[in-house]
């Protein structure tokens, strides 16, 4: 089974104070309580786009590898942002899956894709509008005397990168190594495959030049959207066979359900980015 590393008071014066009366001046009248100005309605208090994240459950997850002091998490990847003209038709998709898979949480937000599926609005800024990640290597843990070294042969490794179309057109369900996490997930099987393999090892070699794992020997480029605890292939490919199923009925079947363009290498080590090649529009 192919496998996947899973890899945001102030002080008042006090309310008894007595008003101050200057010799000469008369003090004036505190305004009856009628002549105040009602409280401004609540929806004028909040942005037009806001969404209440405290009333959604979370999912909790396990990390892939032990804490360790003087240690940071290494993260080497695509950026994906779905266009705006393919939100819409993912939304409906992920009504569906969670409609077959309720324990379903949004990928990072890690909030519950059913709560969220309830508000359109919420279901598109909190899962769909944001970033997604293509992973070019393992998510590994790394020394801080490494860091340096591993930025400066990453960028070396990709100084002559050229723009080239990523299709994403297969839905596939991923199953981490130690099978804490199950994912939905968009995957790449032709445009683009070559050229994102072709990365992976390159990250690889310099992977294997700090001593650190490489990738799998037969990598399967993707995007994740949602993620399950445990072994959820069940019900994940149950909810993959439904989806295509709809997908086929209403006429949309297409050989690339989402299109992207590379442009941009990221390093994520601990919480600090590094744009490893990050091309001009």
Partial sequence: MDALVANYASDSDSDGDAPVVI???TALEPPESSALLPPPPLDLLQPPNFVDYSTMAQGSRVRSFPHVEGNYALHVYIPVVIPSEAIKHLAHVMERAASFVPDLYAVDADYALSELCKDEQKLEKVLLSREFHVSLGRTVAIQVHQI??????LRQKF???RRYWMDFNKWEHFINDDCTRSFLSLEVTSTG???ISKQIAMVDDVYRLHGLPEFYKNPRPHIS???ALGDASC???QAIKEIEKSQSSMGTSQKCILRCKFSHVGCKIGKKLYDICKLAD
């Avoid at 340096?148 to 042969?153: D, F, G, N, T």
């Fill in 148 to 153: 340096e070294s591993l930025v400066a042969m």
């Fill in 235 to 237: 019900k994940l490919k």
């Fill in 23 to 25: 010799a000469g001046e």
């Fill in 159 to 161: 100084r002559s990168q």
């Fill in 193 to 195: 495959l070559p050229e």
């Fill in 225 to 227: 959207l949602a993620w």
